[in-house]
């Protein structure tokens, strides 16, 4: 930095001619990184609806039968358990100690209390990030966000959650303050890096949702449907094959 500043002229020159096409080159990648943001958001989107309409249809034409089927399998099981051909079910130790305990012992009874630091942290990011200082809604709805992430951090006493927090407020674009090219500057290279983080976790998340068995069972579906038949239709008539089946098999017990 000392080098820097003793070029006296020369720098002055350079930083007058240099910064305001930086300026343009990091306002020209964040419209990209917004655009490509905005895509990414809508894909995910769009596939969730596509999987929470795949799971409606699903209950709506399969998950009576389902239900069927699972009250007879233990209705089967409870009637081998009586004739002595199916070994009694254990109780368990959670159901054990869930009846012995006491009420009041399960819970987040006799709480410790908050300590200085954990007081302090949070008096910091309430001063620092409330919402009535936003410019305008998007920074309060992120706001909000952070604020509720850090009255549940408050209230579990988690003082690593609210360093968190203060910490990415503190790195935050709306943290700089000024009017400045360099705050300006600087805003925008950390908004480029949050856009940077958010489409790394819409990634992640999309990738979530292709892992879910739900996720699987619209793959099928739509290969099935390539192929020219229907999956649902094919796992209804095997459902009710199987609540046939079971009911022939505790017909046979009772």
């Not at 990209?32 to 409606?56: G, I, N, P, S």
């Not at 358990?81 to 070994?87: D, I, M, N, Y």
């Not at 109780?91 to 006799?110: F, H, I, L, M, Q």
């Not at 879910?212 to 020219?228: H, M, N, P, V, Y």
Request: aromatic share 4%.
């Amino acid at each position: 930095m000392e080098t820097l500043v003793s070029r006296g002229p020369l720098i002055l020159f350079a930083v007058l001619t240099v910064r305001p096409s930086d300026t343009a080159a990091l306002r020209e990648e964040l419209h990209v990184l917004e655009r490509q943001f905005e895509d990414k958001r809508r894909e995910v989107e769009t596939y969730q609806l596509d999987l929470q309409t795949l799971q409606a249809r699903y209950l709506g034409e399969l998950g009576r039968y389902y239900a069927e089927l699972t009250s007879l399998q233990i209705a089967i099981e409870e009637a081998e358990v009586r004739l002595g051909v199916r070994p009694a079910t254990d109780p368990g130790s959670d159901e054990a100690a869930n009846k012995s305990a006491k009420p009041g012992e399960a819970g987040c009874s006799n709480r410790a209390e908050p300590s200085a630091d954990l007081k302090r942290m949070f008096r910091d990011i309430a001063k620092a990030v409330h919402p009535d200082r936003a410019p305008d809604s998007a920074a309060r709805d992120r706001r909000h966000s952070l604020m509720a992430e850090a009255n549940r951090a408050f209230a579990d006493r988690d003082e690593d959650r609210l360093r968190l927090i203060l910490r990415v407020w503190e790195h935050s674009p709306e943290a700089v303050v000024g009017d400045d090219p360099a705050a300006a500057r600087l805003r925008l290279e950390r908004r480029i890096a949050e856009l940077h983080e958010q489409l790394l976790e819409l990634d992640v998340e999309i990738a979530d949702l292709r892992r879910s068995s739900i996720a699987r069972l619209k793959l099928r579906s739509d290969e099935a449907a390539a192929q020219g038949w229907d999956l649902f239709a094919e796992m209804r008539r095997q459902v009710k094959r199987e609540i046939l089946t079971a009911k022939w098999r505790l017909s046979g017990l009772t």
